[in-house]
Structure formats: structure tokens, C-alpha cells
């Protein structure tokens, strides 16, 4: 994926996932006629988006200041090195640590297994200015928005949609609405 942006060390982010102006960014990226990109290599674009649920900071931070802040967080609480940050964020699947920003969002904070990044950051679930969402509706969604792009959503064209995308079709009422409405979310 090619980025105009820059994660400072030791913080690990995926804005793809986690930073809905990031993610409109993406998509009117690939839906201008000079950019267009094939169907296949929008799937594995999206493969880092993997299958679980999400949450996406929806504020009005930009991310440098959210790197700017967690990393000023760390460095008041004496934290920055690998190994205390290792620490107080703990090692288990289940471990981690949140903490507040600016704009009254809350953001999670991981420990990843990496040299260089070891701060894995995420906005929290039931954080304010975010929202949750599964995987394979914001693929749907950006599939859809990408390669379809009708106005008016019909079953058929979404699961077209998912179809390229490897997912099976919508059999659900529920499923097909959290679409639309990522949809209009990513429209606006």
C-alpha cells in the first residue's frame, strides 16, 4: 500500500483499520479513473485488514498528533524503553493498557513482539469518537465503493462485491445493512 505518512518508532498503527480519514483517503485513491486499481490487487490490499472486528477512530486528531501524544505519554511515565514498556503493558494475548488523548478518545496500547515497534496502538472498544466494526464489512464496503460504486445498493451488486473479495454472499438482513451504513459512512 503506498502511504504519505510516517509512524514514528517504537509505535505500531494501521490506519487502513483504525483512521477513518485515512481509510477515504484509500478508497478515492483507487476510484479515480488515473489511479484505478484491479480488483485483485484491491483484495490483497485489504488482506491487512484481516477477519476480526475493529475499531475506527472517526475524531479529529490527526494521527501525528496521536503519535505525538501517546509517545508524550510514554515519556512522562518513563516508559519509552523496550523492556519497561514490555513490563507495563505486559506480554499475554490479554494484556494491555489504555489510556485517554486530547479529544477525550481512549486508545489501547500493546505490547508487539518487535524491535523496533513495540508499542502497538488502537483506538479502545466503546472508545469516544470511534466505532466498531467487523473486517469483512469494511472490505465490503471498499470493495463495493471501488469497483461497483452504483448510488443505489442492491443485495446483488454487494455480494458481486464480496464475491471478488473472496467473502460469501449476504444471507442476513443485519449483515447487509452494517454494509450500507459503512457505505455512507465512507461516502461522507
Not at 490479554?94 to 479529544?103: A, E, G, T
Not at 466494526?133 to 458481486?160: Q, V
Amino acid at each position: 500500500m503506498q502511504t504519505d505518512f510516517y509512524i514514528p518508532e517504537p509505535l505500531l498503527f494501521n490506519p487502513l483499520k483504525h483512521y477513518l480519514p485515512f481509510i477515504r483517503e484509500f478508497l478515492s485513491k483507487y476510484t479515480t479513473d488515473e489511479n484505478h486499481i484491479s480488483p485483485k490487487d484491491l483484495v490483497k490490499e485489504l488482506k491487512h485488514l484481516g477477519t476480526c472486528v475493529m475499531d475506527i477512530y472517526t475524531g479529529d486528531l490527526l494521527m501525528d498528533k496521536i503519535f505525538s501524544e501517546v509517545l508524550e505519554f510514554l515519556e512522562i511515565n518513563k516508559i519509552s524503553a523496550k523492556e519497561l514498556y514490555k513490563e507495563w503493558a505486559g506480554i499475554n494475548y490479554n494484556s494491555f493498557r489504555i489510556i485517554p488523548l486530547s479529544d477525550g478518545s481512549q486508545w489501547t496500547l500493546k505490547y508487539h513482539n518487535h524491535e523496533a515497534r513495540y508499542v502497538h496502538i488502537f483506538p479502545a472498544r466503546l472508545s469516544p469518537h470511534s466505532f466498531r466494526i467487523k473486517a469483512n464489512t469494511l472490505k465490503s464496503a471498499l470493495m463495493y465503493l471501488a469497483l461497483i460504486g452504483k448510488d443505489f445498493i442492491s443485495e446483488d451488486d454487494l455480494n458481486k462485491a464480496r464475491a471478488l473479495a473472496g467473502l460469501s454472499p449476504i444471507r442476513e438482513v443485519a449483515d447487509a445493512e452494517a454494509v450500507t451504513e459503512m457505505i455512507e459512512i465512507l461516502r461522507r
